[in-house]
């Protein structure tokens, strides 16, 4: 079995206090309602049929690595520039 960066960052989540916390968050974040809330916000346009985005984003997350791979955005540092910041250089 080859590992990569996210197979080893869902071992080091599944092994923490934090694995409880993020696989709750996870269920919800993943969840085809909440999934939808978040389109709905996006998508100024309401009548968009979002129902193939929102089944390719569920398969998405399906992949054993993929809640190892949101928690390391989450949890990853403070940028040293804002948005704007970066966008001015």
């Known amino acids: 079995m080859t590992y990569n960066i996210y197979t080893h960052l869902y071992i080091i989540i599944s092994n923490?206090?934090?694995d409880c916390f993020?696989?709750?968050r996870w269920e919800k974040i993943r969840d085809p309602a909440s999934i939808s809330e978040?389109?709905?916000q996006v998508?100024?346009?309401h009548s968009t049929?979002?129902?193939s985005l929102i089944s390719?984003?569920?398969d998405t997350t399906q992949h054993p690595a993929a809640a190892a791979a949101f928690a390391s955005i989450m949890c990853a540092p403070?940028?040293?520039l804002s948005?704007?910041?970066s966008l001015s250089r």
Do not use: C, P
């Open 56 to 58: 390719h984003i569920i």
């Open 16 to 18: 923490t206090t934090l």
């Open 49 to 51: 049929n979002v129902d």
């Open 78 to 80: 403070q940028a040293e």
């Open 43 to 45: 998508y100024a346009d």
């Open 38 to 40: 978040v389109l709905n």
């Open 22 to 24: 993020i696989s709750s």
């Open 83 to 85: 948005f704007n910041e």
